[in-house]
């Protein structure tokens, strides 16, 4: 199967209400459309995926770059592709969940998240803190950096009133998965996301909303949710 044939098949895949949804979310041309459920059902078609992925991201249409993220193989991912997808990417889902969670799967990760998150560049930076929401909610505690995710922390408490929209959104989901992934800093967490209050995001013309990081965290607990972590950060 070869990038080409998988355009052709996403294009007859392709539902113009769900094309509408996804112009709504930020998502630019070219896209066809396709739901992901359909996505996933071609990634289940693909065994070797490191190569094909690298194309079908180049594409830059839309519904190809999020299958590639699916198929992706992290632990093929280099620095110099890593770096090509943030470039290519031109979308929030693209940046936060196609290209951070390869990217947290992958050995480069925190070393490009700790790089990208002082990028001016919205969608860069975006893809930075998503990546390190990613790293702790699949990473054992005790693999983890401690105190530097502290100080991450006292970053986002210190800097997300004055960032732009996506990189607002992608901070409190760091917060979130912080308090959430590692119980070592839940309590802290939460006092971070007490001190910021909600965070304001301007969701553009849709439904979404930012969620509160306590209300969050505190539903986990409620679920007895902390500290277990992901197998996975793709979806």
Same mark, same amino acid.
């Given at each position: 199967?070869?990038?080409?044939?998988?355009?052709?098949?996403?294009?007859?895949?392709?539902? /113009?209400?769900?094309?509408?949804?996804?112009?709504?979310?930020?998502?630019?041309?070219?896209?066809?459309?396709?739901?992901?459920?359909?996505?996933?059902?071609?990634?289940?078609?693909?065994?070797?995926?490191?190569?094909?992925?690298?194309?079908?991201?180049?594409?830059?249409?839309?519904?190809?770059?999020?299958?590639?993220?699916?198929?992706?193989?992290?632990?093929?991912?280099?620095?110099?592709?890593?770096?090509?997808?943030?470039?290519?990417?031109? #979308?929030?889902?693209?940046?936060?969940?196609?290209?951070?969670?390869?990217?947290?799967?992958?050995?480069?990760?925190?070393?490009?998240?700790?790089?990208?998150?002082?990028?001016?560049?919205? %969608?860069?930076?975006?893809?930075?803190?998503?990546?390190?929401?990613?790293?702790?909610?699949?990473?054992?505690?005790?693999?983890?950096?401690?105190?530097?995710?502290?100080?991450?922390? %006292?970053?986002?408490?210190?800097?997300?009133? &004055?960032? /732009?929209?996506?990189?607002?959104?992608?901070?409190?989901?760091?917060?979130?998965?912080?308090?959430?992934?590692?119980?070592?800093?839940?309590?802290?967490?939460?006092?971070? #996301?007490?001190?910021?209050?909600?965070?304001?995001?301007?969701? &553009?013309?849709?439904?979404?909303?930012?969620?509160?990081?306590?209300?969050?965290?505190?539903?986990?607990?409620?679920?007895? &949710?902390?500290?277990?972590?992901?197998?996975?950060?793709?979806?």
């Amino acid at each position: 199967m070869t990038s080409n044939d998988i355009l052709k098949q996403l294009e007859t895949l392709g539902q /113009p209400s769900i094309k509408n949804v996804l112009l709504k979310h930020g998502i630019k041309e070219p896209l066809y459309g396709v739901k992901i459920e359909e996505l996933k059902k071609i990634q289940k078609k693909i065994k070797d995926g490191h190569e094909l992925s690298l194309q079908l991201f180049r594409t830059g249409v839309y519904d190809a770059m999020y299958l590639a993220g699916l198929i992706a193989e992290p632990e093929k991912m280099t620095i110099k592709d890593l770096q090509e997808w943030v470039k290519l990417a031109n #979308a929030p889902v693209l940046y936060e969940n196609t290209v951070a969670p390869v990217a947290a799967e992958s050995k480069h990760g925190l070393e490009l998240a700790k790089k990208w998150i002082a990028s001016k560049d919205p %969608g860069i930076a975006s893809a930075g803190w998503a990546i390190l929401a990613d790293i702790v909610s699949i990473t054992d505690d005790s693999e983890l950096d401690i105190p530097m995710l502290k100080e991450l922390l %006292g970053k986002a408490a210190t800097t997300i009133d &004055g960032s /732009p929209n996506r990189v607002k959104s992608t901070m409190n989901r760091f917060m979130i998965a912080v308090g959430i992934y590692v119980k070592e800093l839940n309590a802290l967490a939460k006092q971070t #996301a007490l001190k910021i209050g909600k965070v304001q995001v301007d969701m &553009g013309d849709t439904a979404c909303k930012v969620p509160f990081a306590v209300d969050y965290i505190e539903k986990a607990e409620a679920k007895n &949710g902390i500290g277990k972590k992901k197998k996975t950060a793709r979806c």
